[in-house]
């Protein structure tokens, strides 16, 4: 059975730092892309980044670009997000999950649907 477990969130005031991280088990983790989705109140929840199998490529939201940065370590089966300039926007409840499919397409997977397996989430609150 596939376990997700994030830490890392907090508060933090607008242009600061988080990183986040996901520890995975109960499928060979380094068959599998991972993701990092967010989900504010009343909003749906969206795609925030994806990684490979191997680390090599990464899929970013244009939202978050140039801020986030999506990172995994297959020896420790871990998924990192680490977060810098953050803004009261990115105030979310931040999932971890792993797709259905295993290995790697042309880019990491995006959509929710793509993804059969969610942490409990963290929260990241920013303040302005």
């Known amino acids: 059975q596939v376990q997700l477990v994030e830490s890392g969130g907090g508060l933090v005031q607008a242009g600061g730092s988080l990183k986040l991280s996901c520890a995975a088990s109960?499928?060979?983790?380094?068959?599998?892309?991972m993701g990092w989705f967010r989900q504010a109140p009343e909003k749906e929840r969206e795609f925030v980044a994806s990684?490979?199998?191997?680390?090599?490529?990464?899929y970013i939201a244009d939202s978050v670009k140039g801020r986030f940065t999506i990172s995994r370590d297959n020896a420790k089966n871990t998924v990192n997000l680490q977060m810098d300039t953050l803004k009261p926007e990115d105030t979310a409840v931040y999932y971890c999950a792993q797709p259905r499919a295993r290995g790697d397409g042309a880019i990491p997977p995006y959509r929710v649907d793509e993804y059969d397996f969610w942490g409990q989430g963290t929260q990241v609150t920013v303040s302005s």
């Open positions: 990684i490979s199998t191997s680390g090599s490529t990464t």
């Open positions: 109960g499928r060979a983790f380094y068959d599998y892309a």
